[in-house]
């Protein structure tokens, strides 16, 4: 039973980030202007990181109480470690340099993000296929 909790777990952690990052992110700026759509991606991300935080929490906790310290738990364990990095320091970098108009550093700063987001979706998919 618990395992099955994993397994949904994980398919809904890599249902929302594959949600995110292919329908409400572009959207948002095909949809808003620029205004708009800085203020709602600002008011969303920090809930996204959040939720995805808790979910994948919640799997390594749910993993160990398995005592299954194979792959899926450190794979995991980075999902979530990679999740709190991304809202508690990369974000908030992020939005310095866009404020502060530092493009260069914003878009690397952004496609850091991007890759780190694209890292924990091929680990859940590795997770789920094994």
Not at 36 to 53: E, M
């Amino acid at each position: 039973m618990i395992e099955q909790g994993i397994l949904y777990l994980t398919s809904i952690l890599l249902g929302i980030m594959l949600f995110f990052s292919f329908v409400v992110a572009p959207s948002t700026f095909k949809l808003l202007n620029e205004k708009y759509a800085r203020k709602f991606i600002r008011g969303i991300f920090p809930l996204y990181y959040l939720l995805n935080l808790g979910i994948s929490l919640i799997v390594v906790i749910l993993i160990a109480y398995l005592s299954d310290f194979s792959h899926k738990f450190y794979l995991m364990l980075s999902i979530c470690i990679l999740f709190f990095i991304s809202n508690f320091f990369l974000m908030p970098m992020i939005n310095k340099f866009k404020d502060e108009g530092k493009e260069k550093n914003f878009k690397v700063s952004h496609f850091v993000s991007v890759a780190i987001n694209f890292v924990q979706m091929i680990f859940l998919i590795i997770i789920l296929i094994k």
